[in-house]
């Protein structure tokens, strides 16, 4: 192997949106205000459940806030390095630094996974076992299956980066996504990866695909169990804002990882999606239609506005 293609397997260059300067100037807005949105949303959300003592002792919120800090570091794989690069002619990122950010996002991406399903359970267990909920949903509890979550990812991401490190990469070193991801990657590597391909689609495919079946599952039997028409209504308005969140996370994940690995020219505006937008729409979709997170932030504001004026006086 010469000098320049080990110099090439060094480096991998992102594709990015678009080399117009005046584009890419109006996208790194648009992304930064997606970005402190997600941030200042997701904090909002962890700041109320944990200063609230009635949402600090509910199993729902503590998994919201769980979930919030999710968003906040699923979010962070990919869009800090994305601004940069909207900032730049040359969009280059090291070997090391792409297998990191590929470990990372299957990490984080399927840690929220699982603990989307325990969510599901948890609304399962509040409306069709009610008077048992605080008993079997302990904080105990919660705490193994948040820790069950993250160990979920953590065995899911290192199986995705052990099939891809083992790869070389001696050829082409341009990912046509603004992150690396695994199916952009594999698809550099100088060998036959129809194999790899296959495992991966298993995995990632499968996790996707059978957490969503479950989920669906799950909020269709809380639907049949309840026979009467009000006690429907409540738990769609409870369960709605769940299956807006699995819809909008799940949906693009199993597009991008349950089929083979072929590019589309939508790949790229559905890894938007579910990287950027859908963490910052999580925080909006929960305490728009929950009457208890608002007043609970409301309350928090006000003894913030009680501190300050303290402190001026």
């Given at each position: 192997?010469?000098?320049?293609?080990?110099?090439?397997?060094?480096?991998?260059?992102?594709?990015?949106?678009?080399?117009?300067?005046?584009?890419?100037?109006g996208l790194?807005?648009?992304?930064?205000?997606?970005?402190?949105s997600t941030?200042?949303g997701?904090?909002?959300?962890?700041?109320t459940?944990?200063?609230?003592?009635?949402l600090?002792s509910?199993?729902?919120?503590f998994?919201?806030?769980?979930?919030?800090f999710?968003?906040?570091?699923?979010?962070?794989?990919?869009?800090?390095?994305?601004?940069?690069?909207?900032?730049?002619?040359?969009k280059?990122?090291?070997?090391?630094?792409?297998?990191?950010?590929?470990?990372f996002l299957?990490?984080?991406?399927?840690?929220?996974?699982?603990?989307?399903?325990?969510?599901?359970?948890?609304?399962?267990?509040?409306?069709?076992?009610?008077l048992?909920?605080t008993?079997?949903?302990?904080?105990r509890?919660?705490?193994?299956?948040?820790?069950?979550?993250?160990?979920?990812?953590?065995?899911?991401?290192t199986?995705?980066?052990i099939l891809?490190?083992?790869?070389?990469?001696?050829?082409p070193?341009?990912?046509?996504?603004?992150?690396?991801?695994?199916?952009?990657?594999?698809k550099?590597?100088?060998?036959?990866t129809?194999?790899?391909?296959?495992?991966?689609?298993?995995?990632?495919g499968?996790?996707?695909?059978?957490?969503?079946?479950?989920?669906?599952?799950s909020?269709?039997t809380?639907?049949?169990?309840?026979?009467s028409?009000?006690?429907?209504?409540?738990?769609?308005?409870?369960?709605?804002?769940?299956?807006?969140?699995?819809?909008?996370f799940?949906?693009?994940?199993?597009?991008?990882?349950a089929?083979?690995?072929?590019?589309?020219?939508?790949?790229?505006?559905?890894?938007?999606?579910?990287n950027?937008?859908?963490?910052m729409l999580?925080?909006?979709?929960?305490?728009?239609?929950?009457?208890?997170v608002?007043s609970?932030?409301?309350?928090?504001?006000?003894?913030?506005?009680?501190?300050?004026?303290?402190?001026?006086?």
């Amino acid at each position: 192997m010469d000098e320049n293609q080990t110099e090439m397997v060094r480096n991998f260059v992102l594709a990015g949106f678009s080399q117009t300067p005046s584009i890419e100037a109006g996208l790194f807005v648009l992304f930064l205000f997606f970005y402190v949105s997600t941030w200042v949303g997701n904090v909002l959300i962890m700041v109320t459940v944990a200063s609230d003592n009635y949402l600090n002792s509910s199993p729902m919120y503590f998994l919201l806030g769980n979930l919030s800090f999710l968003d906040l570091c699923y979010s962070t794989v990919t869009t800090p390095k994305l601004l940069a690069d909207l900032l730049n002619n040359e969009k280059l990122i090291r070997y090391d630094q792409c297998i990191v950010q590929l470990f990372f996002l299957h990490f984080v991406g399927a840690a929220e996974m699982f603990l989307l399903t325990v969510m599901a359970y948890d609304r399962y267990v509040a409306i069709c076992r009610p008077l048992h909920y605080t008993t079997i949903m302990s904080r105990r509890l919660c705490c193994m299956l948040v820790a069950a979550s993250w160990m979920g990812g953590f065995v899911h991401s290192t199986v995705q980066m052990i099939l891809t490190i083992h790869l070389p990469f001696c050829g082409p070193n341009h990912v046509d996504n603004f992150f690396c991801d695994v199916p952009p990657v594999i698809k550099l590597a100088c060998a036959d990866t129809f194999v790899i391909e296959l495992l991966m689609v298993s995995n990632s495919g499968l996790i996707s695909t059978s957490s969503f079946v479950v989920l669906l599952s799950s909020y269709s039997t809380i639907l049949v169990k309840i026979r009467s028409k009000e006690g429907r209504r409540k738990a769609l308005a409870t369960c709605g804002s769940h299956l807006m969140v699995v819809t909008l996370f799940f949906g693009p994940c199993i597009f991008i990882y349950a089929r083979p690995f072929s590019t589309f020219s939508v790949d790229k505006m559905v890894s938007v999606l579910y990287n950027v937008i859908t963490p910052m729409l999580n925080p909006l979709i929960y305490t728009l239609r929950n009457k208890e997170v608002k007043s609970a932030m409301r309350k928090l504001w006000d003894r913030s506005e009680l501190t300050w004026k303290k402190q001026e006086t």
